[in-house]
């Protein structure tokens, strides 16, 4: 089982918003350790969509954020488009592991 | 822009050494900013990371393959590689490497290579 929990699967029709958990515990997101997000689309590398809890690369649309608090962080995807299908993994910090550990992803569906 | 990319055998014998190379490109391995590192994906399950290595050689190992695992770097071929030893079924895995940003431990992806699927089966 991974460190950090994601729902398995969400869906949404084009232009809604949805959202994505990721809920870890004291020694990594409630520790205080950044949370990033991967996207990875269908046969392509994962990429990095947001770093250190809400910042943006540059290039993601701004129709992406994260937010993190207390054990939790949270994916946003507002404006569902159709090229958003993909899988996204929430990643930190473990200290009782003494590494990075990632979330078990979650495979987005737009309907 | 940075590319990196993973070779090696995709079919390895049980009990034996895998070995993975990643190239870089687009970025010098040597750089004081980054790290790099390999990352595995067993199929149906979540990604692990595996270790990380700086340019210098000094390197960070998941506890849990320490006893198995040696990441090393060529700084004149701007490439890093992977040793995974006494490999079994449970290493049959998707492994990517990647850059890695941050500090020693905590540091985090920020590329990824496409991923080599790595299968142990005699």
């Known amino acids: 089982q991974s460190v950090l929990t994601q729902p398995p699967s969400v869906s949404g029709a084009p232009g809604q918003r949805v959202t994505i958990s990721c809920t870890g515990g004291n020694s990594n997101v409630g520790a205080g350790y950044d949370v990033h997000w991967y996207q990875r689309l269908p046969g392509t590398a994962p990429k990095l969509l947001i770093y250190a809890n809400t910042n943006r690369p540059s290039g993601v649309p701004d129709r992406f954020s994260g937010s993190r608090s207390g054990t939790s962080a949270s994916l946003a995807i507002s404006g569902l488009q159709a090229e958003d299908e993909a899988d996204y993994y929430c990643q930190s910090y473990d200290a009782s592991l003494s590494g990075i550990v990632f979330g078990g992803g979650t495979e987005l569906t737009v309907l | 822009q940075l590319q990196l990319q993973e070779s090696g055998p995709g079919l390895v014998q049980p009990s034996e050494t895998l070995s993975l190379t990643c190239s870089v490109s687009g970025d010098s391995i040597s750089s004081d900013s980054y790290y790099w590192g390999w990352i595995r994906q067993p199929p149906g399950k979540g990604l692990e990371w595996i270790g990380s290595v700086f340019h210098t050689g000094y390197t960070y190992y998941t506890p849990s393959l320490k006893t198995r695992v040696s990441i090393s770097v060529d700084t004149s071929k701007n490439q890093f590689y992977l040793k995974l030893s006494s490999m079994t079924a449970t290493d049959t895995a998707l492994y990517y490497c990647?850059?890695?940003?941050?500090?020693?431990?905590?540091?985090?992806?920020?590329?990824w290579g496409q991923g080599t699927l790595v299968t142990v089966s005699s």
């Open positions: 990647a850059r890695l940003v941050g500090y020693a431990r905590e540091a985090h992806p920020d590329y």
